[in-house]
């Protein structure tokens, strides 16, 4: 009878920590789509051009080329004189920085950290995660000037997602009581 009660409390203690590492997993995965989209949506990257004040238009010159020029260039702040060069800069997202391409980048952590919610089983799972969180690391790590630091909050819920355990409640001991 105590086999029995040992091996109910082995499955339903499996059972919370399945739950429990899916639940860290989950929270990982909705961290990587919402890093995935801050960073591609937001305006991160700085852009710097430098403008020059066009000269005025010469004696004999066609004007409409001027014009063209001018409409291209952003005028220069009035404190600086009329001839010297300006840099104007700018700030725009990652996505209209460097394209579309970029999202392969973003959205590949949000793949990897999907892959242990696909895998039935417990124990499965779990190897699956440990080799997410390998993977993630190594990819945070390479990408870590880059991008790669804004996956850290992901990685560490991986992280917790393969250690989390749920303790076990106290078990009572039979004997004479304290005194």
Do not use: Y
């Not at 010469?58 to 001839?83: F, I, K, N, V």
């Not at 010297?84 to 999202?103: K, M, N």
């Not at 850290?152 to 304290?178: E, N, W, Y």
Request: charged fraction near 15%; include cysteine.
């Amino acid at each position: 009878m105590n086999d029995e009660g040992g091996d109910a409390r082995k499955g339903r203690d499996s059972m919370v920590r399945r739950s429990v590492g899916r639940r860290w997993n989950l929270v990982a995965l909705l961290l990587a789509t919402v890093t995935a989209a801050v960073v591609a949506l937001a305006p991160l990257a700085t852009v710097g051009t430098d403008h020059a004040v066009p000269p005025p238009p010469q004696l004999g010159s066609d004007s409409t080329d001027h014009e063209q020029s001018s409409a291209d260039t952003e005028p220069c702040p009035p404190s600086e004189s009329s001839t010297a060069p300006c840099e104007v800069v700018s700030r725009v997202s990652l996505l209209s920085d460097q394209g579309s391409s970029v999202l392969v980048v973003l959205l590949l952590p949000v793949a990897v950290v999907v892959l242990p919610l696909l895998i039935p089983g417990d124990e499965a799972a779990r190897r699956v995660r440990i080799g997410v969180v390998v993977i993630l690391g190594v990819l945070t790590f390479l990408a870590m000037f880059s991008v790669g630091i804004f996956f850290l909050p992901t990685l560490v819920a991986m992280v917790l997602s393969v250690t989390s355990r749920i303790s076990a409640p106290p078990q009572a001991v039979s004997g004479p009581p304290l005194s």
